[in-house]
């Protein structure tokens, strides 16, 4: 059992064979009140097939995201954006909400959770009915111009795209990244033809948040107000390396309102957990989910 500073934390660590009830009853505890706002990351979506960043076999380790920087910054740079995103988007497309993405939208309907932030990209928490899932980074099935600010769906610009490059030769790419692209070879990228926004000719962004990039305002402070009026916080699969999630920690904690961690490995919020779970979120919350029902039973 490991300690944080300041609080009494539980830590269920990855036993083998260990049984996730543990970690579900003391989440259980934190739940049980309601009005409790998930904040998802990239953990939580491993299980359907997208790798995180920061994990143990995180892409970071191998890979440089493309930056905002990088991407206004010149043609070249939109152009391996576009080529390697074209390649493995589809991939993100056809994954499927896990059984975490269901255990949230189970408690969000049973009345435990009063809202859900994501830092993902991938649109899971949407797909598996969480409507309402505020996505902090944005979304990769969504495209805006930077010029006129027009939003379109993504299938539309890939009917465009592969209208001007048929069977793209980099279309198998390599291994998927959690921002939707691959690794592709620079003979692939340089021959790869991009469009601009159909209705003004500006350039076209995917609608999500690069590395170098502020989250918009107006969605930050719509976060800010569903911790403010929750709880608690539940902490799922993030790291929170990066203060977008973070802040989010320390409003709870500030406030003096329990905060729960799940998550495999550290992370930056550990010393303000007043319960940590170190256990697969495939695991843990199907298991928190049927604890809390069979309390409601015990109940009456």
Known sequence: MAAFSGSSAFSAGPVPGASAAPGAKELARVLKGGGIV????????????????????????HHTPMTYQE?????????????????GWRRIARAEPNAGHHAVESLRRSGYVS??????????????????????????????????GRITAREELDVRLRGLNGDFAGAAGGRVNPDGDVELPEEAVRSFRIVPCATCGGVLKPDVVFFGESVP???????????????????????LSVMSGLRFVRQSAKAGKPV??????????????????????????????EQLAADRAAQG
């Open 38 to 61: 998930v904040l998802s990351g990239a953990g939580l979506s491993t299980e359907s097939g997208i790798p995180d960043y920061r994990g143990v076999s995180g892409t970071l380790r």
């Open 71 to 87: 991407f206004t910054g010149s043609e070249e740079g939109r152009r391996r954006y576009w080529a390697r995103s074209h390649a």
């Open 115 to 148: 809202g859900v932030i994501t830092q993902n990209v991938d649109g899971l928490h949407r797909a598996a009915g969480t409507r309402e899932a505020v996505e902090l980074h944005g979304g990769l099935d969504r495209v805006v111009c930077l010029a006129c």
């Open 217 to 239: 305002r107006p969605r930050v402070q719509r976060c800010v107000d569903l911790v403010d009026a929750a709880r608690g916080l539940l902490v799922l699969g993030s790291s």
């Open 260 to 289: 729960a961690i799940v998550n495999q490995g550290a992370t930056r919020g550990d010393d303000r957990a007043t319960v940590r779970v170190g256990l697969p979120l495939g695991a843990v919350l199907p298991s928190l989910v």
